[in-house]
């Protein structure tokens, strides 16, 4: 127990020390605290941004279903490709047809297999207009892949989205730019000139991998490519299995489906991508495990600075208590007890830093909240991550003064000026 109490003891005299000699060295102190903050910030801000696009990326992929799959002319990555059919084959993969889309529907795995097309118009409501607006076009089988919550109004009937019926249901920021606090159900809206009426108002579960929340409409497919000039060949599928089937096994009957469709030969590749949630999560991986890995390395760089002031600031203050250690080294002190309190200045100056970066990063990840889509919060493991680098790297840079100081002779120390 005295041990105990002597050890903090000696950790409570460090950091008053460290804190003095902050007060007495305020610019070299400061600059230190600065680059050791910058690279905690860094570090703190980009895992807050992560752990929300990480939870946007689940709550998008938990809003179709686990087991919902994607049928596309295109595959999501283009690696290897010059832009050549030779590099690039799938630029030969011909558009889905309606022939294939209704054969995939008789299938007993299934239980919807639906249309989707993204375009964009000009929407206008008497003097006011959107010029630019995203829209998304989508088969009867829109309310049962992706169950959007449409109030007030309702979602397009099947026959409605067979038909290609002018209809639209607008999501609520449209519904407010478009209308203000006026119900809009019934009302007449242009798009690219073509006149659609609103039959309903749909919650828009913006997310950061949907682009954030936008003024957008849902029309019927039909409807886009028939009024709208939409491009039929760029279409895609959004396949979910009946209750019981598992996603592989659905997958298996709609590639075997496709390919005999197709006329495919068995030693031929598909010309057709099957997209699931686990290949949408490891380009998701790819892309943004990169940019964390430059952004730690950025945030490396503000911690080497810090570390060198560190390193500077202690050496300094090494120098200029030089008769301070050998008084105390002459009156009993060891070199493990001088070299701790050395250590325990340098990780304190540095621990402030951190401190300070947490808590800026705090703010802007407040900031990310509220004005991006991105939902960012700051996970615990974070924040111990930031306050042991910040310590680390006191401890670390901290070593060789706090080494020199506990090795001075107490007798050349003593005479030192």
Same mark, same amino acid.
């Given at each position: 127990?005295?041990?105990?109490?002597?050890?903090?003891?000696?950790?409570?005299?460090?950091?008053?020390?460290?804190?003095?000699?902050?007060?007495?060295?305020?610019?070299?102190?400061?600059?230190?605290?600065?680059?050791?903050?910058?690279? &905690?910030?860094?570090?703190?801000?980009?895992?807050?941004?992560?752990?929300?696009?990480?939870?946007?990326?689940?709550?998008?992929?938990?809003?179709?279903?686990?087991?919902?799959?994607? &049928?596309?002319?295109?595959?999501?990555?283009?690696?290897?490709?010059?832009?050549?059919?030779?590099?690039?084959?799938?630029?030969?993969?011909?558009?889905?047809?309606?022939?294939?889309?209704?054969?995939?529907?008789?299938?007993?795995?299934?239980?919807?297999?639906?249309?989707?097309?993204?375009?964009?118009?000009?929407?206008?409501?008497?003097?006011?207009?959107?010029?630019?607006?995203?829209?998304?076009?989508?088969?009867?089988?829109?309310?049962?892949?992706?169950?959007?919550?449409?109030?007030?109004?309702?979602?397009?009937?099947?026959?409605?989205? +067979?038909?290609?019926? +002018?209809?639209?249901?607008?999501?609520?920021?449209?519904?407010?730019?478009?209308?203000?606090?006026?119900?809009?159900?019934?009302?007449?809206?242009?798009?690219?000139?073509?006149?659609?009426?609103?039959?309903?108002?749909?919650?828009?579960?913006?997310?950061?991998?949907?682009?954030?929340?936008?003024?957008?409409?849902?029309?019927?497919?039909?409807?886009?490519?028939?009024?709208?000039?939409?491009?039929?060949?760029?279409?895609?599928?959004?396949?979910?299995?009946?209750?019981?089937?598992?996603?592989?096994?659905?997958?298996?009957?709609?590639?075997?489906?496709?390919?005999?469709?197709?006329?495919?030969?068995?030693?031929?590749?598909?010309?057709?991508?099957?997209?699931?949630?686990?290949?949408?999560?490891?380009?998701?991986?790819?892309?943004?495990?990169?940019?964390?890995?430059?952004?730690?390395?950025?945030?490396?760089?503000?911690?080497?600075?810090?570390?060198?002031?560190?390193?500077?600031?202690?050496?300094?203050?090494?120098?200029?208590?030089?008769?301070?250690?050998?008084?105390?080294?002459?009156?009993?002190?060891?070199?493990?007890?001088?070299?701790?309190?050395?250590?325990?200045?340098?990780?304190?100056?540095?621990?402030?830093?951190?401190?300070?970066?947490?808590?800026?990063?705090?703010?802007?990840?407040?900031?990310?909240?509220?004005?991006?889509?991105?939902?960012?919060?700051?996970?615990?493991?974070?924040?111990?991550?930031?306050?042991?680098?910040?310590?680390?790297?006191?401890?670390?840079?901290?070593?060789?003064?706090?080494?020199?100081?506990?090795?001075?002779?107490?007798?050349?120390?003593?005479?030192?000026?």
């Amino acid at each position: 127990m005295t041990a105990l109490s002597t050890r903090l003891s000696a950790v409570g005299e460090g950091v008053r020390i460290a804190i003095d000699a902050i007060r007495a060295n305020r610019v070299r102190a400061g600059l230190t605290i600065l680059g050791i903050a910058v690279g &905690v910030f860094v570090v703190v801000e980009m895992s807050a941004a992560v752990h929300g696009i990480n939870q946007s990326v689940a709550k998008d992929f938990a809003s179709t279903g686990p087991t919902t799959f994607y &049928v596309s002319r295109y595959p999501i990555s283009f690696e290897n490709c010059d832009g050549s059919d030779d590099t690039c084959t799938w630029l030969r993969n011909p558009p889905i047809r309606p022939d294939e889309i209704d054969a995939l529907r008789r299938l007993s795995t299934m239980e919807a297999v639906g249309a989707r097309l993204d375009w964009s118009a000009s929407v206008k409501f008497r003097e006011r207009n959107l010029s630019s607006a995203p829209l998304e076009g989508y088969s009867a089988e829109w309310t049962s892949i992706s169950a959007p919550e449409v109030f007030p109004g309702r979602a397009f009937t099947s026959a409605e989205a +067979r038909t290609g019926a +002018r209809v639209a249901v607008v999501s609520k920021l449209m519904a407010t730019r478009l209308f203000d606090d006026a119900d809009p159900i019934g009302k007449q809206i242009t798009m690219n000139g073509v006149p659609f009426e609103v039959i309903g108002v749909f919650k828009d579960n913006a997310s950061f991998l949907s682009g954030g929340e936008r003024p957008k409409a849902v029309v019927p497919v039909q409807a886009m490519i028939r009024y709208l000039g939409a491009r039929a060949e760029n279409m895609a599928l959004a396949i979910k299995p009946r209750e019981g089937v598992t996603r592989d096994q659905a997958v298996d009957d709609v590639t075997a489906t496709m390919r005999g469709q197709r006329g495919t030969r068995p030693t031929e590749e598909s010309s057709f991508s099957i997209i699931t949630q686990d290949k949408l999560m490891e380009t998701y991986d790819k892309i943004f495990g990169l940019f964390f890995l430059v952004m730690i390395a950025l945030s490396a760089v503000g911690l080497i600075v810090g570390g060198v002031g560190v390193v500077a600031i202690m050496m300094i203050s090494v120098t200029e208590r030089t008769r301070e250690i050998g008084i105390r080294k002459a009156l009993g002190a060891t070199r493990a007890t001088i070299l701790w309190q050395f250590l325990v200045e340098a990780a304190t100056l540095t621990g402030i830093g951190g401190a300070i970066g947490l808590f800026v990063g705090w703010l802007g990840a407040m900031l990310i909240r509220t004005f991006t889509p991105i939902e960012a919060s700051i996970p615990p493991l974070a924040v111990l991550a930031a306050l042991g680098a910040s310590a680390f790297t006191g401890i670390l840079f901290g070593m060789v003064p706090a080494a020199r100081a506990a090795k001075l002779d107490p007798v050349e120390a003593l005479r030192y000026e």
